[in-house]
């Protein structure tokens, strides 16, 4: 469906059944695959921007202040289900090469994090999380690790399919850690947007065929590591 289509089918969609969920969704598709508004050859080109990544991710590199994940990079080809047309100026990448997976903080014990337990992460849309404060050693071994600029997705059901995400913005100290059940994004700075990360991981795209891909045992089923990292993003400058 393009725009015009959608805007021709706004009130049906609306008003029938968990409408405005379904309308959200849909106008996430749209956004992600560069199909909800007219693309202006101004704005750039994918290509270009993944360059900029590439030098920015090797000199973060070179001064080991980026942690690699080499078997997840290696996994080229995976997750392909169901790829969108995009537009000539966005290109295909991946999590993993715009960003570093899982990232670690470093701070003193006694300074004031935020923490963040699964209740603090909303699953509506681009609700801030409402984290407690905490000392860091309190909380920088057993969680997961964030930071502002990172962006989390819950990964074990039914959190992941109800969407709860959030792109970190606005925490008092900066950083913090929270819930282990969180895949955490945190894209090179000033580059890719993280909330259109956010909205990336937010749509049936990816949503629905992770679904499929969820391992484990029923109620306690988790979206793997090398899904959140490698389905293929769509890219635009």
């Known amino acids: 469906m393009n725009a015009l289509t959608f805007l ?12 405005i969920a379904r309308l959200r969704e849909l106008i996430y598709n749209l956004a992600i695959s560069g199909r909800l508004c007219e693309q202006q050859a101004n704005e750039g080109d994918g290509r270009l921007l993944l360059e900029q990544i590439e030098r920015k991710k090797l000199a973060l590199i070179n001064r080991r202040a980026f942690k690699r994940s080499p078997k997840i990079e290696s996994l080229h080809g995976a997750f392909q289900e ?25 701070a003193e014990d006694g300074a004031m994090a935020s923490f963040a337990p699964m209740s603090a992460i909303s699953e509506m849309h ?5 984290p407690q404060e905490r000392k860091w050693g309190a909380i920088k071994n057993g969680y997961t690790h964030f930071a502002n600029g990172d962006v989390v997705l819950a990964k074990i059901t039914p959190c992941f399919e109800n969407g709860k995400a959030a792109a970190i913005k606005d925490l008092p100290h900066g950083f913090g850690a929270g819930t282990t059940e969180l895949h955490v994004i945190r894209p090179i700075p000033n580059t890719l947007e993280p909330r259109f990360i956010y909205i990336f991981l937010r749509s049936p795209y990816f949503k629905t065929v992770g679904q ?17 990292a490698t389905r293929p993003l769509p890219c635009r400058h």
């Open 8 to 19: 021709a089918n706004f009130g049906h969609i609306a008003n029938a059944p968990q409408g």
């Open 82 to 106: 169901g790829l969108p047309e995009i537009p000539s100026s966005w290109t295909w990448s991946r999590l993993v090469d715009v960003g570093e997976i899982s990232p670690k903080n470093e």
């Open 126 to 130: 681009a609700v801030d999380i409402m």
């Open 212 to 228: 499929n891909h969820m391992s484990g045992t029923a109620g306690q089923k988790r979206l793997p590591t090398e899904y959140f």
